[in-house]
Protein backbone atom coordinates (compact mmCIF):
# COMPACT_ATOMS: atom_id res chain seq x y z
CA UNK A 1 0.00 0.00 0.00
CA UNK A 2 2.45 2.48 -0.92
CA UNK A 3 -0.23 5.34 -2.06
CA UNK A 4 -1.64 4.77 1.76
CA UNK A 5 -0.18 7.98 3.56
CA UNK A 6 -1.34 8.51 6.90
CA UNK A 7 -0.38 11.71 9.23
CA UNK A 8 1.53 10.91 12.23
CA UNK A 9 -1.70 11.56 14.47
CA UNK A 10 -3.30 8.57 13.53
CA UNK A 11 -2.71 5.19 15.51
CA UNK A 12 -1.01 2.34 14.26
CA UNK A 13 -5.19 0.67 14.93
CA UNK A 14 -6.14 2.85 12.56
CA UNK A 15 -3.50 2.11 10.20
CA UNK A 16 -4.71 -1.64 10.04
CA UNK A 17 -8.85 -0.97 9.46
CA UNK A 18 -7.79 1.50 6.85
CA UNK A 19 -4.81 -1.02 5.47
CA UNK A 20 -7.78 -4.41 5.68
CA UNK A 21 -10.65 -2.04 4.06
CA UNK A 22 -8.29 -1.07 0.79
CA UNK A 23 -7.70 -4.67 0.78
CA UNK A 24 -10.82 -5.82 0.61
CA UNK A 25 -11.98 -3.36 -2.06
CA UNK A 26 -9.24 -4.08 -3.94
CA UNK A 27 -10.00 -7.94 -3.97
CA UNK A 28 -13.73 -7.37 -4.38
CA UNK A 29 -12.99 -5.03 -7.77
CA UNK A 30 -10.55 -7.63 -9.25
CA UNK A 31 -12.99 -10.49 -8.71
CA UNK A 32 -16.12 -8.21 -10.05
CA UNK A 33 -13.17 -7.13 -12.91
CA UNK A 34 -13.14 -11.13 -13.55
CA UNK A 35 -16.81 -11.77 -13.48
CA UNK A 36 -17.57 -8.56 -15.69
CA UNK A 37 -14.54 -9.83 -18.22
CA UNK A 38 -16.45 -13.83 -17.69
CA UNK A 39 -19.64 -12.41 -18.54
CA UNK A 40 -18.77 -9.99 -21.31
CA UNK A 41 -17.24 -13.52 -22.76
CA UNK A 42 -20.97 -15.07 -22.42
CA UNK A 43 -22.49 -12.32 -24.08
CA UNK A 44 -19.92 -12.18 -27.14
CA UNK A 45 -20.24 -15.89 -27.12
CA UNK A 46 -24.46 -15.66 -27.29
CA UNK A 47 -23.84 -13.11 -29.73
CA UNK A 48 -22.11 -15.06 -32.12
CA UNK A 49 -24.07 -18.46 -31.92
CA UNK A 50 -26.97 -15.73 -32.64
CA UNK A 51 -26.00 -14.69 -35.69
CA UNK A 52 -25.20 -17.67 -37.01
CA UNK A 53 -28.41 -18.89 -36.14
CA UNK A 54 -30.02 -16.08 -37.87
CA UNK A 55 -28.14 -16.52 -40.54
CA UNK A 56 -28.87 -20.34 -41.11
CA UNK A 57 -33.29 -19.40 -40.96
CA UNK A 58 -32.03 -16.56 -43.56
CA UNK A 59 -33.24 -13.45 -40.95
CA UNK A 60 -30.31 -11.85 -40.72
CA UNK A 61 -30.40 -11.61 -44.65
CA UNK A 62 -32.39 -8.34 -44.54
CA UNK A 63 -32.77 -5.51 -47.24
CA UNK A 64 -32.30 -2.07 -46.68
CA UNK A 65 -35.92 -1.44 -46.80
CA UNK A 66 -36.86 -4.32 -43.81
CA UNK A 67 -33.56 -2.88 -42.06
CA UNK A 68 -35.43 0.74 -42.04
CA UNK A 69 -38.93 -0.43 -41.39
CA UNK A 70 -38.99 -3.84 -40.08
CA UNK A 71 -42.84 -3.94 -39.98
CA UNK A 72 -42.85 -4.15 -43.63
CA UNK A 73 -41.34 -7.71 -43.28
CA UNK A 74 -43.74 -10.08 -45.07
CA UNK A 75 -45.29 -7.39 -46.83
CA UNK A 76 -43.62 -8.03 -50.48
CA UNK A 77 -45.33 -4.72 -52.40
CA UNK A 78 -45.12 -2.83 -49.42
CA UNK A 79 -41.32 -3.29 -49.23
CA UNK A 80 -40.75 -3.05 -52.43
CA UNK A 81 -42.02 0.86 -51.87
CA UNK A 82 -40.04 1.15 -49.29
CA UNK A 83 -36.66 0.05 -51.59
CA UNK A 84 -37.68 3.57 -53.25
CA UNK A 85 -38.49 5.81 -49.96
CA UNK A 86 -34.89 4.20 -48.66
CA UNK A 87 -32.79 4.70 -51.73
CA UNK A 88 -34.38 8.78 -52.10
CA UNK A 89 -33.46 8.79 -48.33
CA UNK A 90 -29.79 8.01 -48.91
CA UNK A 91 -29.74 10.10 -52.06
CA UNK A 92 -31.01 13.20 -49.62
CA UNK A 93 -28.61 12.33 -47.29
CA UNK A 94 -25.68 13.60 -49.71
CA UNK A 95 -26.84 17.35 -49.74
CA UNK A 96 -28.02 19.72 -47.72
CA UNK A 97 -31.66 20.69 -46.80
CA UNK A 98 -32.70 23.86 -45.90
CA UNK A 99 -36.34 22.15 -43.94
CA UNK A 100 -37.15 18.62 -43.13
CA UNK A 101 -41.08 19.82 -43.38
CA UNK A 102 -43.30 18.01 -45.29
CA UNK A 103 -46.77 19.38 -46.85
CA UNK A 104 -49.41 16.76 -47.22
CA UNK A 105 -52.97 17.46 -48.75
CA UNK A 106 -55.69 15.94 -47.17
CA UNK A 107 -58.79 15.34 -48.76
CA UNK A 108 -61.75 17.18 -46.37
CA UNK A 109 -65.18 16.89 -45.73
CA UNK A 110 -67.65 17.31 -42.74
CA UNK A 111 -71.62 16.38 -43.75
CA UNK A 112 -71.87 19.17 -40.64
CA UNK A 113 -71.23 21.28 -43.47
CA UNK A 114 -73.28 20.49 -46.53
CA UNK A 115 -72.51 23.70 -48.06
CA UNK A 116 -69.04 23.74 -48.10
CA UNK A 117 -67.74 21.30 -50.61
CA UNK A 118 -64.63 18.79 -50.71
CA UNK A 119 -61.34 20.68 -50.43
CA UNK A 120 -57.46 19.86 -50.05
CA UNK A 121 -56.43 21.36 -46.67
CA UNK A 122 -52.31 21.55 -46.43
CA UNK A 123 -50.24 20.46 -43.31
CA UNK A 124 -46.95 20.87 -43.27
CA UNK A 125 -45.19 18.10 -40.65
CA UNK A 126 -41.40 18.11 -39.58
CA UNK A 127 -40.03 14.68 -40.99
CA UNK A 128 -37.54 14.84 -38.25
CA UNK A 129 -39.89 14.41 -35.50
CA UNK A 130 -42.20 12.04 -37.30
CA UNK A 131 -42.42 8.30 -37.65
CA UNK A 132 -41.78 6.83 -40.82
CA UNK A 133 -44.63 5.87 -42.46
CA UNK A 134 -47.96 7.91 -43.82
CA UNK A 135 -49.78 6.94 -40.90
CA UNK A 136 -47.51 8.28 -38.23
CA UNK A 137 -47.78 11.64 -40.39
CA UNK A 138 -51.78 11.73 -40.05
CA UNK A 139 -51.27 10.70 -36.17
CA UNK A 140 -48.94 14.04 -35.91
CA UNK A 141 -51.34 16.12 -37.90
CA UNK A 142 -54.43 14.75 -35.62
CA UNK A 143 -52.48 15.33 -32.22
CA UNK A 144 -50.90 18.67 -32.92
CA UNK A 145 -52.69 20.38 -35.63
CA UNK A 146 -56.13 19.61 -36.45
CA UNK A 147 -57.89 16.87 -33.96
CA UNK A 148 -60.93 17.05 -35.91
CA UNK A 149 -59.40 15.72 -39.15
CA UNK A 150 -61.05 12.15 -39.34
CA UNK A 151 -60.10 8.61 -40.60
CA UNK A 152 -59.53 4.88 -39.67
CA UNK A 153 -56.69 3.35 -38.18
CA UNK A 154 -56.10 0.38 -35.57
CA UNK A 155 -53.54 -2.30 -35.65
CA UNK A 156 -50.13 -0.51 -37.41
CA UNK A 157 -49.43 -3.50 -38.41
CA UNK A 158 -50.64 -4.30 -42.18
CA UNK A 159 -53.27 -6.60 -40.50
CA UNK A 160 -56.59 -5.09 -39.70
CA UNK A 161 -56.95 -2.77 -43.10
CA UNK A 162 -58.71 0.04 -41.61
CA UNK A 163 -55.99 2.76 -42.82
CA UNK A 164 -57.12 2.35 -46.41
CA UNK A 165 -57.14 5.27 -48.23
CA UNK A 166 -55.64 6.74 -51.59
CA UNK A 167 -51.74 7.57 -51.00
CA UNK A 168 -50.22 9.94 -54.12
CA UNK A 169 -52.66 8.37 -56.60
CA UNK A 170 -52.43 4.90 -55.30
CA UNK A 171 -54.72 2.84 -53.15
CA UNK A 172 -52.58 1.42 -49.95
CA UNK A 173 -52.70 1.16 -46.03
CA UNK A 174 -51.46 3.99 -44.60
CA UNK A 175 -49.09 1.92 -41.57
CA UNK A 176 -47.25 0.03 -44.40
CA UNK A 177 -46.82 3.33 -46.72
CA UNK A 178 -43.24 5.32 -46.27
CA UNK A 179 -43.41 8.87 -46.75
CA UNK A 180 -41.64 10.15 -49.61
CA UNK A 181 -38.34 12.37 -48.18
CA UNK A 182 -38.62 14.59 -50.99
CA UNK A 183 -40.07 17.23 -49.20
CA UNK A 184 -39.97 19.76 -52.31
CA UNK A 185 -43.09 17.26 -53.47
CA UNK A 186 -46.67 17.51 -51.43
CA UNK A 187 -47.73 13.97 -50.52
CA UNK A 188 -51.37 13.66 -51.68
CA UNK A 189 -54.12 11.75 -49.74
CA UNK A 190 -57.81 11.05 -50.26
CA UNK A 191 -60.55 8.60 -49.55
CA UNK A 192 -60.54 5.34 -51.36
CA UNK A 193 -62.22 6.41 -54.99
CA UNK A 194 -65.76 5.85 -56.00
CA UNK A 195 -67.09 5.20 -52.20
CA UNK A 196 -69.84 7.70 -50.21
CA UNK A 197 -67.68 9.05 -47.95
CA UNK A 198 -68.51 9.75 -44.25
CA UNK A 199 -66.03 12.31 -43.42
CA UNK A 200 -62.63 13.32 -44.51
CA UNK A 201 -60.94 9.87 -45.42
CA UNK A 202 -63.82 7.84 -43.52
CA UNK A 203 -66.08 5.69 -46.06
CA UNK A 204 -69.25 3.95 -46.31
CA UNK A 205 -67.89 0.11 -46.29
CA UNK A 206 -71.44 -1.22 -45.90
CA UNK A 207 -72.30 -2.62 -49.62
CA UNK A 208 -68.36 -3.99 -49.57
CA UNK A 209 -69.01 -5.91 -46.27
CA UNK A 210 -72.39 -7.52 -47.70
CA UNK A 211 -70.89 -8.61 -50.98
CA UNK A 212 -68.53 -10.30 -48.83
CA UNK A 213 -70.87 -11.45 -46.31
CA UNK A 214 -72.91 -13.01 -49.90
CA UNK A 215 -69.81 -15.27 -50.18
CA UNK A 216 -70.26 -16.95 -47.36
CA UNK A 217 -66.91 -17.57 -45.75
CA UNK A 218 -67.14 -19.85 -43.61
CA UNK A 219 -66.26 -23.61 -44.16
CA UNK A 220 -69.25 -25.83 -44.68
CA UNK A 221 -69.84 -29.47 -44.23
CA UNK A 222 -73.04 -31.88 -45.29
CA UNK A 223 -71.95 -34.04 -42.64
CA UNK A 224 -70.34 -34.29 -39.41
CA UNK A 225 -66.89 -35.58 -38.60
CA UNK A 226 -65.81 -39.06 -37.66
CA UNK A 227 -64.39 -37.78 -34.94
CA UNK A 228 -67.30 -35.11 -33.31
CA UNK A 229 -65.48 -32.51 -31.87
CA UNK A 230 -62.09 -32.63 -33.36
CA UNK A 231 -61.40 -30.56 -35.97
CA UNK A 232 -61.48 -31.26 -39.46
CA UNK A 233 -57.64 -32.21 -41.18
CA UNK A 234 -56.16 -31.52 -44.20
CA UNK A 235 -52.70 -32.25 -45.78
CA UNK A 236 -49.81 -29.78 -45.97
CA UNK A 237 -50.34 -29.91 -49.95
CA UNK A 238 -53.61 -29.15 -49.96
CA UNK A 239 -53.27 -26.06 -46.75
CA UNK A 240 -50.45 -24.96 -49.51
CA UNK A 241 -53.32 -24.24 -51.74
CA UNK A 242 -54.66 -21.65 -49.69
CA UNK A 243 -51.80 -19.59 -49.93
CA UNK A 244 -51.82 -16.21 -51.78
CA UNK A 245 -55.59 -16.42 -50.91
CA UNK A 246 -56.37 -16.25 -46.95
CA UNK A 247 -53.62 -13.54 -46.38
CA UNK A 248 -56.52 -10.83 -47.26
CA UNK A 249 -57.21 -8.05 -44.81
CA UNK A 250 -60.68 -6.87 -46.59
CA UNK A 251 -58.91 -3.19 -46.59
CA UNK A 252 -61.03 -3.00 -49.88
CA UNK A 253 -57.47 -1.36 -52.19
CA UNK A 254 -58.67 -3.99 -54.98
CA UNK A 255 -62.12 -3.49 -54.78
CA UNK A 256 -62.15 0.50 -55.40
CA UNK A 257 -59.49 0.36 -57.62
CA UNK A 258 -60.90 -1.66 -59.99
CA UNK A 259 -63.33 0.00 -63.16
CA UNK A 260 -65.78 -2.67 -63.16
CA UNK A 261 -66.25 -2.56 -59.40
CA UNK A 262 -67.10 1.29 -60.20
CA UNK A 263 -69.24 0.80 -62.83
CA UNK A 264 -71.47 -2.22 -61.63
CA UNK A 265 -71.06 -1.59 -57.72
CA UNK A 266 -74.17 -3.58 -57.15
CA UNK A 267 -73.70 -6.39 -59.02
CA UNK A 268 -69.96 -7.17 -59.60
CA UNK A 269 -68.67 -8.98 -56.43
CA UNK A 270 -65.42 -7.28 -56.54
CA UNK A 271 -61.97 -8.50 -56.60
CA UNK A 272 -61.90 -8.57 -52.58
CA UNK A 273 -64.89 -11.13 -52.15
CA UNK A 274 -63.43 -13.37 -55.69
CA UNK A 275 -60.76 -13.81 -54.10
CA UNK A 276 -62.46 -14.99 -50.60
CA UNK A 277 -64.70 -16.97 -52.92
CA UNK A 278 -61.84 -18.48 -54.63
CA UNK A 279 -60.34 -19.43 -51.11
CA UNK A 280 -62.83 -21.10 -49.62
CA UNK A 281 -63.86 -23.39 -53.42
CA UNK A 282 -59.87 -24.16 -53.00
CA UNK A 283 -60.38 -25.40 -49.54
CA UNK A 284 -60.09 -29.12 -49.66
CA UNK A 285 -62.66 -29.58 -46.38
CA UNK A 286 -65.33 -27.82 -47.72
CA UNK A 287 -68.53 -29.87 -48.66
CA UNK A 288 -69.82 -27.06 -50.67
CA UNK A 289 -67.53 -26.23 -53.73
CA UNK A 290 -70.05 -26.86 -56.76
CA UNK A 291 -73.22 -24.99 -54.71
CA UNK A 292 -70.67 -22.06 -54.29
CA UNK A 293 -70.17 -21.88 -57.65
CA UNK A 294 -73.33 -22.28 -59.26
CA UNK A 295 -74.43 -19.58 -56.36
CA UNK A 296 -71.69 -17.23 -58.30
CA UNK A 297 -73.46 -17.41 -61.69
CA UNK A 298 -76.88 -16.80 -60.89
CA UNK A 299 -76.56 -13.69 -61.80
CA UNK A 300 -74.14 -12.98 -64.85
CA UNK A 301 -72.39 -10.31 -63.26
CA UNK A 302 -71.24 -11.52 -59.96
CA UNK A 303 -68.37 -12.62 -61.81
CA UNK A 304 -67.59 -12.44 -65.18
CA UNK A 305 -67.90 -8.70 -65.00
CA UNK A 306 -64.05 -8.82 -64.24
CA UNK A 307 -62.69 -7.41 -67.48
CA UNK A 308 -58.82 -8.64 -66.73
CA UNK A 309 -57.81 -4.84 -65.94
CA UNK A 310 -55.60 -6.22 -63.06
CA UNK A 311 -55.51 -2.69 -60.98
CA UNK A 312 -56.68 -4.85 -58.44
CA UNK A 313 -53.29 -7.22 -58.01
CA UNK A 314 -51.35 -4.11 -59.09
CA UNK A 315 -52.70 -2.47 -55.67
CA UNK A 316 -52.64 -4.75 -52.90
CA UNK A 317 -50.44 -3.44 -49.98
CA UNK A 318 -50.07 -7.81 -49.24
CA UNK A 319 -49.01 -8.42 -52.32
CA UNK A 320 -52.02 -10.88 -53.48
CA UNK A 321 -53.22 -11.86 -56.82
CA UNK A 322 -57.05 -11.64 -57.05
CA UNK A 323 -57.31 -11.07 -60.33
CA UNK A 324 -55.29 -14.79 -61.12
CA UNK A 325 -57.57 -16.13 -58.29
CA UNK A 326 -60.83 -14.88 -60.70
CA UNK A 327 -59.65 -16.09 -63.61
CA UNK A 328 -58.93 -19.84 -61.74
CA UNK A 329 -62.49 -19.68 -60.36
CA UNK A 330 -64.32 -18.91 -63.95
CA UNK A 331 -62.23 -21.78 -64.90
CA UNK A 332 -63.37 -23.97 -62.23
CA UNK A 333 -67.31 -22.67 -62.22
CA UNK A 334 -66.77 -23.81 -66.63
CA UNK A 335 -65.53 -27.02 -65.53
CA UNK A 336 -68.17 -27.81 -63.03
CA UNK A 337 -70.94 -26.52 -65.42
CA UNK A 338 -69.68 -28.91 -67.89
CA UNK A 339 -69.75 -31.29 -65.43
CA UNK A 340 -73.31 -31.20 -64.29
CA UNK A 341 -74.57 -30.93 -67.86
CA UNK A 342 -72.69 -34.36 -69.10
Same mark, same amino acid.
Given at each position: ??????????????????? /???????????? $??????? !??? %?????? #????????????????????????????????????????? @???? *???????????????????????????? =???? /? $????????????? =?????????????????????????? !?? +?????? /?????? +?????????? &?????????????????????????? +?????? %?????? %?????????? *???????????? &????????????????????????????????????? $???????? =???? $??? =???? #?????????????????? @??? +??? !? %?????????????
Amino acid at each position: MCLLHLPPRVTSAWRVCIF /VFFSFSLHTFST $DSREAGF !MSS %KREISR #RGFSKLTTWLGIGKQSPAEKTFPILKGHPIAAEHAEGAVEA @ARAS *ETTTTKTLKKEFKIYRWNPDHPSTKPFL =QSYF /V $DLSTCGPMVLDAL =QKIKSEHDSGLSYRRSCREGICGSCS !MN +IDGTNT /VACLKP +IDPDVSKPAY &ITPLPHMFVIKDLVVDLTSFYQQYKS +IEPWLK %KKKKSA %KDGKEHRQSP *EDRKKLDGLYEC &ILCACCSTSCPSYWWNPEEFLGPAALLHAYRWVSDSR $DDYTNERL =QALT $DRE =QKLY #RCRTIKNCSATCPKGLNP @ASA +INK !M %KAKQLLSAAGQAA
